[in-house]
């Protein structure tokens, strides 16, 4: 199984990016899917999580108003659009799969696979 996450890169505060990830080696159907992220010096963070049959997805406190995730199933793919990005969401953003939002979100061991993320920093 490999998650392979792109569209990082250097931003302004108040600016955009959208996160790409692509799974191979599994049927994304049956999982669901979401980001964590990790700063330097920092614990890892559940971003956003789309869980299995849909309904709301998990954001936390810290993104909500300005992140949106979407999943493709069909593609296999997972999306995170950022936007009114602030210094504070600097990290590596990392795509991972499990059997629900709650292991994502908390970043628990429940995480049943993850990529090696895609590098966000936002700075003037």
């Known amino acids: 199984v490999q998650l392979q996450a792109f569209g990082g890169g250097l931003v302004q505060p108040g600016g955009s990016l959208r996160l790409s990830c692509v799974v191979s080696g599994l049927t994304l159907n049956n999982y669901a899917i979401g980001w964590f992220r990790q700063a330097p010096g920092k614990e890892r963070e559940g971003v956003s999580c789309?869980?299995?049959?849909?309904?709301?997805?998990y954001y936390a406190d810290s993104v909500k108003g300005r992140f949106t995730i979407s999943r493709d199933n069909a593609k296999n793919a997972v999306y995170l659009q950022m936007n009114s990005l602030k210094p504070e969401d600097t990290a590596v953003y990392h795509c991972?799969?499990?059997w629900g939002c709650g292991p994502i979100a908390t970043t628990s061991s429940g995480m049943d696979y993850w990529g090696k993320g895609t590098e966000v920093t936002v700075s003037s």
């Open positions: 789309a869980s299995v049959l849909g309904g709301n997805p």
């Open positions: 991972a799969v499990a």
